[in-house]
């Protein structure tokens, strides 16, 4: 299976984004990953929807929205419409309406993913998985970029890949916090196939982070 690198631009410069993502792309990156945080269901507050208008002039590449924010279904039409391709929500943060914010993705054209923490169970995910193009499991807690990885997730990254392979389903999943060169290929292996790298793209020369990635995944 091809896997995907998502570089995650939380970790990037914000002097000079514009120019960053022009070197993921061109190092040969697959997805843009943008961390969108409203403060209230993380800690921190990072980026909203102007930054992703601004950014879809630099690039044709895939936006990765991740959006952990409060009620997202309220603005899942406004993030489409500003730039992005795939739109990921917490379970978290939909309570009953899991199953409608994964239509409002859909019928605004953008691929709908779920994401959970590490302490929320696979199953919440499971009641709206044909209709997903992506799952998300987290390998740190949300909010900030430069943890560390949370190895006892890992399980987590095998049992929804097992039930998309006996359910027959094309859904990708996808691992986000404290990736690095070395604990890359163990989530490969349990499972993942889209990746996503702050601190481990961007702290140094990036199209040298991005080809050691490809190199070891090789
Ligand atoms: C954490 C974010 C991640 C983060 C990853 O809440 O969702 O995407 O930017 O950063 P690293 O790779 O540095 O852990
Ligand atoms: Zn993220």
Redesign the pocket.
């Known amino acids: 299976m091809q896997i995907k690198l998502a570089p995650?631009i939380?970790?990037a410069d914000v002097r000079s984004l514009g120019e960053q993502i022009s070197q993921i792309e061109k190092a040969g990156a697959d997805y843009v990953?943008i961390?969108v945080?409203d403060g209230v269901f993380?800690p921190n507050i990072s980026f909203g929807i102007p930054i992703v208008e601004g950014l879809r002039s630099c690039t044709d590449m895939f936006f990765d929205v991740?959006l952990?924010i409060e009620r997202p279904i309220d603005h899942v039409r406004d993030f489409v419409k500003a730039g992005a391709d795939g739109i990921t929500v917490h379970v978290e943060t939909c309570g009953d309406d899991l199953y409608k914010t994964v239509i409002e993705i859909l019928g605004n054209g953008a691929k709908p993913a779920v994401a959970i923490r590490p302490d929320t169970p696979v199953d919440l995910i499971l009641p709206v998985l044909d209709q997903l193009s992506m799952v998300l499991i987290?390998t740190?807690y949300?909010?900030?970029?430069?943890?560390k990885i949370i190895k006892e997730t890992y399980s987590k990254i095998n049992k929804i890949r097992n039930i998309i392979n006996d359910r027959g389903l094309d859904v990708d999943v996808e691992v986000?916090?404290?990736?690095t060169l070395d604990n890359v290929c163990e989530v490969r292996d349990y499972g993942a196939n889209v990746i996503?790298?702050?601190?481990?793209i961007f702290r140094g020369d990036i199209g040298t982070n991005v080809a050691a990635f490809r190199d070891v995944l090789r």
């Open positions: 995650s939380l970790a990953h961390d945080m993380v991740h952990m987290m740190v949300p909010g900030y970029g430069g943890q986000d916090g404290g990736i996503v790298a702050g601190t481990s």
